[in-house]
């Protein structure tokens, strides 16, 4: 059981009462800020205690140090939490984003019901992106998946209130809880298991955001799919009995501004197909659709914020399974394009169902295509676990991605377009083969993808295959599918 945050702003005239009734002070601090903890209007046990013991643990503002005590005031006894944001330019938004998922944990560990959380960064008019950082992380950071507990009960509820003078500050929080649901939205759908979610599955939930937002939806299903000589999607889905489908949300938010595209790879289990993968770790292959729920998770949260821009998300769905009707290695397929592909590796599909999706995205018109997916092992070894590549053919889409994880408190990295990593794409019997071995592949990857975007138009591509998964809980990351992704496409949105 985790306690659900409700999280409201507090101004000052109200903070003598939230101090009365709360039975929990959540305190954000980087070491400057401790010079400015007068202007929080503390209770008088709280302050002292509060420099007791900053005075005697001096190097508590690490960032998402925990520390955790218990002050008197008043004949009652108050929890009292502090986690560090950092030093000097340490003290970023990202870092009260981190610093907020771990107060988050804290709450629940000391069963708070009523808290206040302050920050004297926070009491500075012109520091929205501070408020939304936190917010979104003590959301995100909340995050439990327990939907297959049987034992699961209800969360605790705690009232959290935010001291904070910035301004419009209900409406920083109001959107910052709608991009921290989105999140949540691709978490939920990236944890649920192959046998509960398959493509039909990606097509109800896609639904479902249509009708909430009020966007228009097209579901391409195999006959569809068939007319436009999509053989390369195909391909991948013919050895499953669940039907792949192509999931466009079209949202218009720019009156007749040029539309542009987001592209999700949706695997929803990846056993290798023929090409089987080992057994161990395959049970993670059920987050192979974590880029189809990044789209999905951001086309929501960009039509509730009402985003002023034209979009289309696209999600290319599938499931890879070593059926009888399996592609082979070996096979030559044509994908929409025209383009001929060589099937080295069928454990090379996710960029396979991308290929139809990105040639779909420019027929319907999109001026510049981002496509994100867990398409690599070869990322973790090239940039780890916090960083995902880009592969692009346009630096300045590449740096705006970049720009917007900065702002979202997700790492990129653009790799080059090295022109062995095109040549090694040819085959000898085909336009194109989908594998080229372990050397540069993230790299021929990512190239393989854009050999399908239609000439002249900016694309690149995201490979999350590092960061799509946290192996343990730390700052807003939960273990488990992290969401990585969604929050930078949120932000990019209206921007490239």
Not at 105 to 128: E, Y
Not at 132 to 154: D, I, N, P, Q, W
Not at 177 to 182: D, G, N, T, V
Not at 284 to 295: N, Q, S
Request: hydrophobic share 45%.
């Amino acid at each position: 059981m985790a306690t659900k945050l409700i999280v409201n702003a507090l101004g000052k005239e109200n903070l003598q009462a939230a101090y009365k009734k709360a039975d929990t002070l959540v305190f954000l601090l980087c070491k400057e800020c401790l010079d400015y903890v007068g202007n929080l209007a503390l209770p008088e046990n709280i302050t002292k205690a509060l420099k007791l013991y900053t005075d005697k643990y001096k190097d508590i503002f690490d960032c998402e140090d925990e520390h955790i005590f218990t002050a008197f005031d008043e004949y009652r006894l108050v929890n009292v939490i502090i986690v560090g944001c950092g030093q000097g330019k340490d003290c970023k938004p990202v870092n009260f984003r981190k610093a907020a998922g771990v107060s988050a944990r804290a709450l629940d560990k000391v069963q708070a019901q009523n808290a206040v959380l302050l920050a004297p960064a926070l009491l500075n008019a012109s520091r929205a992106h501070y408020l939304a950082a936190t917010c979104e992380g003590l959301l995100l950071g909340a995050y439990t998946f327990e939907k297959y507990k049987s034992e699961a009960k209800a969360p605790r509820v705690c009232d959290l209130n935010i001291l904070t003078n910035v301004d419009e500050q209900d409406k920083v929080l109001a959107e910052a809880k709608i991009i921290a649901e989105s999140v949540i939205l691709t978490r939920d759908l990236c944890n649920t298991p192959g046998n509960e979610l398959n493509p039909v599955g990606m097509e109800q939930a896609a639904r479902k955001v249509a009708a909430e937002t009020g966007m228009k939806i097209e579901v391409l299903g195999p006959k569809q799919m068939e007319v436009l000589n999509m053989n390369s999607l195909l391909a991948v889905a013919q050895g499953s009995k669940a039907e792949p489908r192509l999931i466009v949300l079209k949202y218009q938010g720019a009156a007749d501004a040029p539309f542009n595209a987001y592209v999700g790879k949706g695997i929803t289990f990846d056993s290798g197909g023929i090409s089987i993968k080992p057994s161990d770790g395959m049970e993670e292959m059920k987050d192979d659709m974590t880029g189809a729920g990044d789209v999905l998770g951001a086309m929501r949260a960009i039509a509730l914020l009402k985003k002023p821009c034209n979009l289309y998300g696209i999600m290319s769905c599938a499931e890879n399974m070593p059926g009888d009707n399996a592609q082979r290695p070996g096979d030559i397929v044509k994908a929409a394009s025209g383009k001929t592909i060589e099937v080295l590796n069928t454990d090379a599909e996710g960029r396979m169902v991308l290929a139809d999706a990105v040639w779909y995205a420019g027929q319907l018109g999109a001026q510049k295509i981002v496509d994100i997916a867990t398409l690599t092992g070869a990322v973790i070894i090239a940039l780890g676990t916090q960083t995902s590549g880009i592969v692009a053919n346009d630096d300045d889409l590449a740096a705006a991605i970049i720009k917007a994880g900065k702002f979202s408190g997700e790492n990129y990295w653009q790799l080059p377009s090295l022109p062995e990593c095109k040549k090694a794409l040819k085959s000898d019997v085909a336009d194109i083969k989908n594998s080229c071995g372990r050397a540069g592949g993230v790299i021929t990857g990512g190239l393989f993808i854009g050999s399908f975007v239609k000439e002249g138009l900016p694309w690149a591509h995201i490979d999350i295959g590092g960061t799509s998964t946290a192996a343990s809980t730390d700052g807003f990351l939960i273990k488990g599918c992290t969401g990585f992704g969604t929050m930078t496409l949120i932000k990019l949105a209206g921007e490239f």
